[in-house]
């Protein structure tokens, strides 16, 4: 059986002050998103963007992210 990973939430990013971390999650995302496309099409490797990964999946609602 496998150890369930621990989620951290990620630190505060001083762009977006609020409590509602919608905005913060959704920009994540998109520069996940944009950071894979781009390495992808340079033939670089994608680990650099999974930090960006890790953060929207911390922030988001887990029903956003589990597809």
């Known amino acids: 059986m ?3 990973r621990s989620r951290t939430t ?3 990013d001083h762009c977006f002050p609020n409590q509602n971390q919608t905005k913060n ?3 994540n995302f998109l520069d996940f998103q ?3 496309d781009t390495t992808t099409e ?3 490797d994608v680990s650099i963007c999974l930090w960006h990964k890790c953060v929207y999946k911390s922030l988001c609602p887990l029903f ?3 597809a």
């Open 42 to 44: 340079k033939g670089r």
């Open 10 to 12: 990620e630190l505060l």
């Open 25 to 27: 999650c959704w920009q």
């Open 64 to 66: 956003w992210v589990t």
């Open 34 to 36: 944009h950071c894979e």
């Open 2 to 4: 496998s150890r369930p």
